[in-house]
């Protein structure tokens, strides 16, 4: 039930406007006030939506009644009653946002109209903010899902531009800072623990944490400028390990990537912050990728990022063989030169540590590769490497033995019939058996394009078909559709099409007509 006010210092007038109102709108809940001063004591508690405020009254006029309330219910709406039909009156009063104005006299018929048009603004208003309302909650309720699917897309995928400013929108993080990445390895069984960890860094404000894979989880942290990185990361990481019980901490580890500038170099980050995590040997359940042995390079200066990717090159492609000769060319070198046979075991096994990054972005989830002994020889070491090699192939074998054929084709289609929901990569992993990171490369290398485009795609041919029935509003295709901003959605479409949503309607309704 809508509440209106009616102003007048006149008895008759105040009596006049709300019988023609009462029977014009019988639901209306009417009160009146005979002066500016009791209007503003009875606004205090009766919070009216409308006012119907006579301008020429004796003490506070109505002018300066109407300054007041707007002030301190800025959503409160008014229509000035008033006998003098002038320039400065309405000036004062458009300034002040009233919406309409009356004469007196006025007819019931205008009255009505007038009073009708306010009622029906108030009421768009009430629907527009429970809309709002509905579609926060909602948002609220996904953004888990943003957060996981984010931080999935960063460091296994190429991410829309579009989608990314979205994305990191909602999440309300300041990705301005630079940022580093974090990855908690949780002993086996402690799966559970993850939505602890969850909790626990979205308690910090700090960072976004994707989707648990195997036993390990991916954490993208935002660099505080108060702080050294360091002393940083370094709580962040204590935090964490704090957060599993006493009895369940043994095993936990945090591995802890280099600073980077921008999101678009957060994947090199994360692959540090695996490395750093790999041997969880050391005293400190945390370490830097600064403090590593490996330090990016290989003991000749061998970049170990350009030799990661040409195992992982070999790997995807199924050249084994090239991928054997690689390693033991690596352990002939230190042999040739002579160098500590513990030295180079462990150069060696992070080699096979980077070999085993290839295989999980390829959807192997499998242990860290570890010699089950000291080799006493260089003979026992190239033996020792190709059987820790043989199960990396044989863990590939399997996998892809329980990938169907038909995998992509039901991904693709559960991504059209199910693209006006907030569906994620974790949600289409569950759905077939799969890792996200997987997904997301299995779908760029075979369809020849990115999961969250073709997401966006399916999205944006939806909304062409509604703007054919007129009787829908873009607003209603927007969240039809699964946008959650009217703004953002033209958006995305004037990048996909080229032309507004509002320009393709109107040529798509023009030619029908």
């Not at 943003?146 to 989608?163: A, G, K």
């Not at 790997?315 to 513990?342: C, K, P, S």
């Not at 180079?344 to 242990?367: H, I, K, N, T």
Request: hydrophobic share 40%; net charge negative.
């Amino acid at each position: 039930m809508t509440k209106l006010l009616i102003v007048d210092d006149e008895q008759i007038e105040r009596e006049g406007l709300q019988a023609i109102l009462q029977k014009g709108f019988p639901d209306l809940e009417i009160r009146q006030a005979r002066n500016g001063m009791m209007a503003i004591e009875i606004a205090e508690q009766y919070q009216p939506e409308l006012v119907l405020m006579d301008i020429k009254m004796p003490g506070m006029s109505g002018i300066e009644a109407i300054e007041h309330l707007s002030t301190d219910y800025p959503d409160m709406k008014f229509i000035m009653v008033t006998a003098y039909d002038t320039f400065e009156y309405a000036r004062k009063a458009i300034k002040l946002g009233v919406k309409d104005y009356l004469l007196k006299p006025s007819k019931a018929s205008e009255i009505v109209a007038t009073v009708g048009k306010a009622l029906a603004q108030i009421a768009e208003d009430r629907r527009q903010a429970e809309t709002s309302l509905l579609h926060r909650d909602t948002l609220q309720k996904v953004l888990p899902i943003v957060e996981t699917d984010i931080v999935t897309q960063l460091l296994f995928d190429h991410v829309h531009e579009v989608h990314l400013d979205e994305l990191v929108g909602l999440l309300g993080v300041g990705s301005d800072n630079d940022k580093f990445a974090m990855t908690v390895l949780l002993p086996p069984g402690s799966e559970s623990h993850y939505s602890v960890i969850k909790d626990k860094v979205r308690s910090m404000k700090n960072g976004w944490v994707g989707a648990l894979y195997g036993r390990q989880i991916p954490i993208i942290a935002f660099r505080d400028p108060s702080q050294s990185f360091r002393a940083q990361a370094g709580a962040i990481a204590r935090e964490l390990l704090a957060a599993a019980k006493a009895d369940a901490a043994a095993g936990w580890f945090v591995g802890i990537g280099n600073v980077c500038e921008s999101l678009d170099q957060i994947r090199q980050s994360y692959q540090e912050a695996l490395v750093a995590s790999m041997d969880t040997s050391v005293p400190v359940k945390f370490r830097f990728f600064a403090d590593t042995p490996v330090l990016g390079v290989t003991s000749e200066g061998y970049p170990a990022k350009q030799l990661e990717k040409q195992l992982f090159e070999l790997i995807r492609l199924g050249q084994w063989e090239q991928v054997h000769a690689e390693v033991t060319e690596f352990i002939r070198r230190y042999e040739h030169e002579g160098a500590d046979l513990l030295q180079a075991q462990q150069r060696v096994l992070e080699l096979l540590w980077l070999a085993s990054r290839a295989l999980l972005e390829l959807g192997v989830e499998m242990d860290t590769p570890l010699f089950s002994f000291q080799s006493q020889d260089y003979r026992q070491l190239r033996a020792e490497s190709a059987l820790l090699l043989d199960r990396m192939r044989q863990s590939l074998a399997e996998h892809q033995d329980h990938i169907s054929p038909d995998t992509i084709q039901r991904i693709k289609q559960f991504i059209m019939d199910n693209s006006h929901k907030d569906i994620s990569l974790d949600t289409i992993g569950k759905r077939v058996g799969l890792s996200p990171f997987y997904i997301s490369k299995m779908f760029k290398e075979q369809l020849g394009v990115n999961y969250i485009d073709f997401l966006t795609e399916c999205r944006i041919e939806k909304a062409k078909r509604l703007m054919g029935n007129p009787e829908w509003s873009l607003k209603k295709i927007t969240y039809e559709v699964g946008y959650h901003d009217p703004n953002y959605f033209s958006k995305v479409f004037k990048k996909m099409c080229d032309v507004s949503p509002t320009e393709y309607r109107k040529a798509l309704l023009g030619r029908r007509g």
